[in-house]
């Protein structure tokens, strides 16, 4: 069984910094993509950047150069620096990880997320 544990939300204020930090652990495939969407209440996740694990890498346009994905790929561990945070930031974030398996079936899977509040 597959399980995603994130840490490293919490509040922040403008301008301030995160890393959040993702594990995921039981039976991982490789190769695989990992990263991070984000969520608001009444609007659809949306990806803020993602990572296979042979360092594709795959940003939200809001992104803008703020934030920076990163892998260890032997702990399989995923990391999303965020500099220069905005109010709009605020969301839940939730790790993400896709086993890029030929089988249609294969579904990804996602972490239970972590609440990222920008304000002062």
């Known amino acids: 069984q597959v399980r995603l544990v994130e840490s490293g939300g919490g509040l922040v204020q403008p301008g301030g910094s995160l890393r959040l930090s993702c594990e995921v652990s039981?039976?991982?495939?490789?190769?695989?993509?990992m990263g991070w969407y984000r969520q608001v209440p009444g609007k659809a996740r949306e990806v803020v950047a993602t990572?296979?694990?042979?360092?594709?890498?795959r940003y939200g346009e809001f992104v803008k150069g703020r934030f920076t994905v990163s892998r260890d790929n032997a702990k399989n561990m995923v990391f999303l620096q965020m500099n220069s945070l905005e109010p709009e930031d605020t969301a839940t974030y939730f790790c993400?990880?896709?086993?890029?398996?030929?089988?249609?079936?294969?579904?990804?899977?996602w972490g239970q997320g972590t609440q990222v509040t920008v304000s002062s």
């Open positions: 993400y990880y896709n086993p890029l398996t030929l089988t249609p079936s294969t579904t990804p899977y």
């Open positions: 039981g039976s991982v495939f490789n190769p695989n993509v």
């Open positions: 990572s296979t694990n042979r360092r594709s890498i």
